[in-house]
């Protein structure tokens, strides 16, 4: 006689050969059935974190949502220049926000918790770079008053996007950091790559672990509910590869670790915190069940249609509404000869790390 095992009532969704391999890629959907954060149109939604972020606040265009904009261009500046300056592209101009230790800083430097030693660097031709988004500003910053006005603007824009949110969407990217040895300071990039120097005696390279990033978000939700009570939080983690790793490992090694930590934090503070969700974007895109079809041949960007796959669940589960198909964004229309179209089905995204590629042996 059998026995009735928990196994005989579970759903579909339960076994592999039903929910993934039995399925064509647009139709495996790992998202809950009951999300613990829904989204309605008129919810104010901040956006932060890596390059795979910034498709958010594209979408939530897109579909008629309140993609959360607090630090905007002059009127006078074209769209174009706007989006050179990195206006728009996350809620305030904070740049690509990798580890959750750069989400906790910047937290504490917008409300006076924390101010770091190494707060500027200095470009070759003397221009005034900020350690903590050194890309946002082409050119650098004329004069410190320039940059002390720029910094005093930008912090007030983010304290207005922390204490407005209704969600706060965090895609978190990698785990691996350049720190200051006399502080902790986290910085975007590598000293000396865009801006200021590296000294060995000042700056060293940390690797996060999946304790110090889970103390690092449950640090920062607590800081936020103290000035946002009500704010629901949704981490996702970004399916964009390391460009490069100063681990000692392979690259593709490096990146497992890195992902697979964010992952399990994400997995953990899901666990112990009602208010926040995790969305699955790294599974849809790296999944098995996509054999590799969102990716370009560089096996590193996403795709167009990675993108609207990820963004559809988002809205169909989040959001209760269908994302019309044929409709997402794109930067550019793909045309002409075969790179070119595959170009196009790509999106441009402002990503920090991108300049790393260039740091090789025979860089100056």
């Known amino acids: 006689m059998k026995t009735r095992t928990p196994y005989a009532t579970l759903p579909d969704q339960a076994y592999w050969r039903r929910a993934v391999a039995a399925l064509p890629a647009d139709q495996v959907d790992p998202v809950p059935e009951r999300p613990r954060v829904r989204l309605g149109p008129q919810d104010r939604v901040m956006t932060a974190g890596s390059c795979f972020a910034q498709h958010i606040a594209r979408y939530l265009r897109l579909g008629g949502f309140n993609a959360l904009i607090t630090e905007t261009a002059h009127p006078m500046i074209s769209p174009k220049n706007a989006a050179l300056y990195n206006y728009g592209t996350f ?6 926000i990798y580890v959750a230790r750069q989400l906790l800083q910047l937290f504490k430097r917008v409300y006076g918790l924390y101010s770091p030693r190494e707060d500027v660097w200095q ?13 946002i500003q082409p050119g650098g910053f004329a004069t410190p008053r320039e940059y002390d006005l720029d910094r005093e603007q930008h912090f007030s824009a983010v304290r207005a996007g922390f204490e407005t949110a209704d969600v706060l969407v965090f895609t978190l990217g990698l785990t691996e950091a350049w720190v200051s040895k006399e502080d902790g300071a986290v910085f975007a990039l590598c000293p000396g790559v865009a801006g200021g120097s590296f000294d060995p005696a000042r700056h060293m390279f940390h690797n996060f672990t999946v304790s110090e990033t889970v103390a690092d978000l449950t640090e920062f939700t607590s800081l936020l509910r103290k000035v946002n009570p009500n704010a629901r939080i949704i981490l996702t983690v970004s399916p964009v590869p390391l460009i490069a790793s100063a681990s000692g490992r392979h ?7 890195s992902k697979s930590v964010l992952r399990v934090v994400c997995g953990m503070l899901e666990e112990s915190q009602p208010e926040v969700m995790y969305f699955p974007s790294y599974e849809i895109i790296l999944g098995p069940q996509s054999r590799g079809g969102y990716l370009a041949e560089d096996l590193r960007s996403v795709t167009e249609e990675g993108v609207a796959q990820v963004m559809r669940l988002f809205f169909r589960k989040l959001a209760g509404v269908d994302l019309p198909l044929g409709q997402q964004p794109t930067d550019r229309e793909p045309t002409g000869d075969a790179t070119t179209r595959e170009m196009g089905r790509l999106v441009k995204l402002v990503c920090d790390e991108e300049i790393l590629d260039a740091q090789d042996a025979g860089s100056t």
């Open 251 to 257: 690259v593709l090694s490096a990146t497992t670790y």
């Open 91 to 96: 809620t305030a101009r904070y740049g690509n």
């Open 123 to 135: 470009s070759a031709d003397g221009a005034l770079i900020d350690p903590f988004r050194p890309q």
